[in-house]
């Protein structure tokens, strides 16, 4: 949503190309709508810190991938360099359109609950955007009279990179969620902001309870999300289990990408295959039937 919008008022203002800073989906989709819109696209990484998963669909949408010795705050600095110096728009979440298009997954969550708002909204924290922009669509819906209350914004940074959760910037973030390994978010203040406004949280989980959130939310409901992704149901599952979510709330989790864009950590994770002979009693043995 918010890289189409971005994409599009790209083209009307008449820039040249467009550039981002990625540890993450933002690098696939800039590159795939921008080759649909016709422009070049510059995605600068820092150097082996993005799944491979993501970094393979930028190459193939045809993006100049740029690698930078440092962290994702270094890349994004490099980004908004250039973007000084040359007719080249930023579609990191610090675009403006980018949030105004991430906002109508807010409307659509109000629209699927009849009306109402969930009672929480727990999601990943990285560089910001999505807590920025779900705030922001509830507030217009609820203004508007499309929805009947506000949701507390629960945000959720891994234990490695979380410089809102301490109050500083991280200055080299650590985390098995790659795509939310950022150690100063560029939407840091509106982040809070959401917090606080919506009377909500802004806490860590660390690496060992997003991996089992990963594999629970696999195993348990067929969702083979990435672990970034999985940051939001490991801090529903500590939410719950310090009685912070009351019995009969409507609580919604944001998913932010598929487990395939980062499938190394699966591999990782999981049981390697057992080999053996072309057998059917034996594979039947090793099957345990």
């Given amino acids: 949503r918010g890289m189409t919008m971005a994409m599009k008022m790209a083209v009307v203002e008449g820039t ?10 933002t690098s696939a989709a800039a590159a795939a709508y921008a080759t649909r819109a016709g422009l070049p696209s510059f995605v600068v990484v820092p150097a082996g810190n993005i799944a491979l998963g993501k970094l393979s669909q930028a190459v193939m949408h045809g993006a100049k991938v740029l690698a930078v010795e440092g962290s994702f705050d270094d890349a994004f600095n490099v980004v908004c360099g250039v973007a000084d110096k040359r007719d080249v728009t930023v579609v990191n979440s610090v675009n403006r359109y980018r949030i105004q298009g991430q906002k109508t997954a807010a409307f659509e969550i109000c629209d699927t609950l009849a009306g109402r708002a969930p009672d ?7 560089n910001a955007g999505n807590i920025t922009a779900y705030w922001m669509g509830y507030r217009e819906y609820h203004q508007e009279g499309k929805a009947d209350r506000l949701p507390k914004m629960m945000g959720f940074q891994a234990a ?20 939310i390994r950022i150690g100063n978010p560029v ?3 509106q982040a809070v902001a959401a917090r606080d406004e919506s009377g909500g949280a802004i806490e860590a989980v660390t690496d060992s309870e997003i991996i089992d959130a990963y594999k629970l939310l696999a195993a348990t409901e067929g969702v083979f999300a990435e672990p970034a992704s999985a940051v939001s149901i490991a801090g529903l599952i500590k939410l719950a289990a310090a009685g912070r979510i009351e019995k009969g709330a409507v609580v919604v989790c944001t998913l932010t990408g598929h487990g395939l864009k980062d499938p190394e950590n699966a591999i990782k994770v999981c049981p390697q295959p057992v080999t053996l002979a072309p057998d059917v009693d034996l594979a039947i043995e090793k099957m345990g039937l």
Avoid at 16 to 25: F, Q, R, S, W
Avoid at 163 to 179: C, R, S, W
């Fill in 187 to 189: 939407s840091w203040k």
């Fill in 160 to 179: 490695g990179a979380a410089p809102i959760v301490h109050g500083k910037p991280v200055l080299k973030p650590e985390t098995v969620a790659t795509a």
């Fill in 120 to 126: 929480y909204h727990i999601l990943p924290v990285g």
């Fill in 16 to 25: 040249k190309a467009v550039i981002c800073a990625a540890t993450g989906n």
